[in-house]
């Protein structure tokens, strides 16, 4: 089985260790796809000067915020890299425009979402940073040269925010209101939409331009891996979102493309029922 690509909206590091809503959710998504060979992660959190892959054997766990408690800091994630698919993966992208970095780990965006997935470590894992000097345009022919690696038993993931202003979440959190403000909601439709459709152009075009677009995203890095996971999708993926709903002003959408265990039950189903 091909694959299915996913984008997982991470939130708040505290997912790591609460049982919420949003953890028990993210535990749910790895029940709906296939058991992957390794996880190639897209995360908003590793916004570079360059395209880098992660090279290390063994990955160092990114504690990449400040002020949460003690007990969110001795979180690990000792899952393997996978230096082989950081090579193959230089190799599809290019290597006159990417390279290898020893310098990274898994920050927040991979880790506090994997240890609800797979929360045995035992997955190699390896990040792909995100090039701040590329256009939209750029990014999108970037991201779709990593389709093939969907028949190779990888996911794709890519872990960011439907909508991420951290200011206006400090905000909220000194007021009773946890509504999510109208621009809040207004982007997180568009976005539906844009990847229900398969309208890439659309999805390239909501930032900065979008309903609300500078005020769901200040800056794009928790946009882009939305951006990637479409790319890397086509148009034969079913859409399915497992996770949906608002955490304050932040959106926590998930974004499945491709054939689930669930698609895959039901079919069998049909084909008893009718033999």
């Known amino acids: 089985m091909r694959m299915p690509v996913l984008f997982v909206g ?3 590091p505290m997912n790591a260790i609460e049982d919420n809503e949003w953890s028990r959710g993210f535990r ?7 058991r992957p060979r390794a996880i190639l992660m897209v995360s908003g959190h590793w916004y570079t000067n360059g395209t880098l892959i992660t090279g290390n054997e063994r990955p160092e766990t990114i504690h990449d915020f400040y002020g949460f408690p003690r007990e969110l800091f001795a979180v690990q994630y000792p899952a393997p890299g996978d230096v082989d698919l950081a090579r193959q993966v230089r190799k599809l992208i290019g290597e006159e425009r990417s390279e290898l970095s020893n310098e990274w780990g898994f920050d927040h965006g991979t880790w506090t979402v994997l240890r609800w997935m797979y929360p045995q470590a035992d997955i190699p894992v ?5 090039n701040a000097k590329l256009t939209m345009a750029e990014h999108l ?3 779709k040269s990593l389709a093939p690696l969907r028949d190779d038993r990888v996911l794709i993931m890519g872990s960011g925010n439907v909508t991420h202003n951290l200011r206006d979440l400090m905000r909220q959190m000194q007021t009773p209101d946890f509504s999510p403000p109208d621009w809040a909601l207004n982007f997180d439709e568009a ?3 844009a990847v229900t459709t398969r309208d890439r152009k659309s999805l390239i075009d909501l930032w900065p331009n979008g309903p609300g677009a500078r005020q769901a995203h200040p800056t794009p890095d928790h946009f882009l891996p939305i951006l990637y996971t479409a790319a890397a999708a086509d148009h034969a993926d079913q859409v399915r979102f497992q996770i949906e709903g608002f955490d304050r002003s932040f959106s926590m959408r998930s974004i499945l493309y491709g054939y689930t265990f669930l698609n895959v039950v039901a079919g069998l189903a049909r084909v008893i029922n009718t033999s």
């Open 141 to 143: 022919d970037l991201a």
């Open 28 to 34: 749910s998504l790895s029940e709906l796809v296939p």
């Open 191 to 193: 976005v539906k939409k």
């Open 10 to 12: 991470h939130g708040s």
């Open 126 to 130: 390896i990040q792909l940073s995100i």
